[in-house]
């Protein structure tokens, strides 16, 4: 029988932590998915666990995230490679250094406390650390984790929960057929459903288009690279704020001793043929701002690049909640960058919305509704 209380489509970290958190609140669960679970953004992202910098109202739900992150191992029997290294933002000029203490003054209100490291005690405790680096602003509990591991690792645990993992399985269309949607697949006919949720990344504007609500998304690659290991010394995930793209830079030392980063400008991507490219130039600048911050990584081996498909829009922030077109049906996708970290706060935050109709953490910036098309005025 192809009947649950809910479909969900698109496995990546959205679709397997809501499909997760939605057993834990009794419902039953499909989860599709077109390749493998976590294959996309999800699977070759950063790995950073990060909630500075982010948009002041995106904390609350940043900071549920992170309760979930520091329980991993409880909930889903794994702690997916999550370390509460800190997170440290390096500046190189004054003007910066005040945006930073500026932004650490406001989070605290929203629970993030973050601390101001001026550029000698910056040297003091991280002492390779380049004369460049003025300022730092330091959050103590932030840190990484292995993106590799993460949705797959939510998707065996909602299996393990009871809901229904269908991979390799590609959603062509989805249609109201009275009280239910009718889910239509490629590989395995049919799925039915009072309540569809859309967790379809790059792709989910296909299926939002279907009930007359668009979206102007576009896709592009987040540059990654690799390099050999060190003896493992960098605890802090590190990041540069600076106002200049080919200045920005990020990235984390693993417990086995290599150097993850990225930054800098994107390359590009596509959401037809579901690659994205590496352009070697931007590895190669990411790489030397990377010295500028640690100049002892000069001469470090690169091993390994890739990229992935990554949906931005305009405002830089998702779709997620209901659909203002369509009872039953929910969207949660067009993360903008940074949708690691929430993965599984907007999971649970999907979950509560679907099984109690509200969610006590404030969503309303991310509706659908903001993109729906003026209504035609009257003519006089
Ligand atoms: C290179 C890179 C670096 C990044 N770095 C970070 C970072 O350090 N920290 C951070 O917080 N965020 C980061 N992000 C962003 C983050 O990875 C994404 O915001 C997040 O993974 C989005 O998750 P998702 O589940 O919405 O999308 P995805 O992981 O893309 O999952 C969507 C899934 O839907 C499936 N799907 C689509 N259409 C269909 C269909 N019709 N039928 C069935 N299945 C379908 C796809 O196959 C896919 O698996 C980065 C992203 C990239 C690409």
């Keep these: 029988m192809n009947r649950s209380d809910v479909v969900i489509v698109g496995g990546g970290i959205m679709g397997c932590a809501s499909a997760f958190f939605l057993r834990r609140r009794g419902l039953s669960v ?30 609350p739900l940043a900071n549920r995230a992170r309760e979930i992150w520091g329980r991993l191992p409880e909930l889903i029997g794994e702690d997916c490679e999550f370390v509460a290294s800190g997170h440290l933002r390096v500046c190189y000029t004054p003007d910066q250094a005040a945006r930073l203490e500026a932004y650490a003054r406001d989070a605290s209100a929203y629970g993030l406390d973050l601390e101001m490291i001026s550029a000698n005690a ?22 990484h984790a292995n993106p590799r591991l993460t949705a797959p690792a939510f998707g065996r645990a909602a299996v393990r929960a009871g809901a229904r993992l269908e991979e390799g399985t590609e959603v062509l269309g989805i249609e109201r057929d009275g009280e239910d949607f009718r889910v239509a697949t490629r590989e395995r006919g049919e799925f039915r459903a009072p309540v569809v949720l859309v967790t379809a990344g790059a792709w989910g504007n296909r299926l939002s288009s279907t009930f007359g609500e668009p979206v102007p998304l576009s896709v592009h690659g987040p540059q990654m690279a690799v390099t ?87 405002d830089d922030v998702p779709v997620m909640g209901p659909s203002a077109t ?55």
């Excluded at 006590?360 to 209504?375: Q, V």
């Design 228 to 314: 050999e290991p060190l003896p493992y010394r960098i605890e802090p995930t590190f990041g540069v704020s600076t106002p200049h793209v080919h200045e920005t830079v990020y990235f984390r030392q693993v417990k086995r001793g290599n150097i993850v980063y990225g930054g800098s400008t994107r390359g590009p991507a596509s959401n037809e043929t579901n690659r994205a490219a590496v352009l070697p130039e931007n590895i190669l600048g990411q790489f030397a701002q990377m010295r500028r911050v640690i100049p002892a990584l000069a001469r470090v081996a690169i091993i390994r690049t890739w990229s992935g498909v990554e949906s931005y829009l305009p």
């Design 122 to 143: 910056l040297r003091h405790r991280f002492p390779y650390i380049g004369r460049e680096a003025i300022a730092g602003c330091f959050a103590p509990v932030d840190g």
């Design 326 to 380: 369509t009872p039953g049906l929910f969207y949660a996708f067009g993360f903008c960058g940074a949708g690691f970290q929430i993965g599984p706060g907007v999971g649970d935050v999907m979950a509560e919305l679907i099984a109690t109709g509200a969610t006590t953490t404030p969503i309303e910036p991310y509706s659908i509704a903001r993109f729906a098309a003026p209504a035609e005025s009257p003519t006089p």
């Design 30 to 59: 499909t989860l599709i998915e077109r390749g493998l679970t976590g294959q996309q953004a999800s699977g070759t992202n950063f790995g950073n666990v990060r909630r500075q910098g982010r948009y002041l109202h995106q904390l």
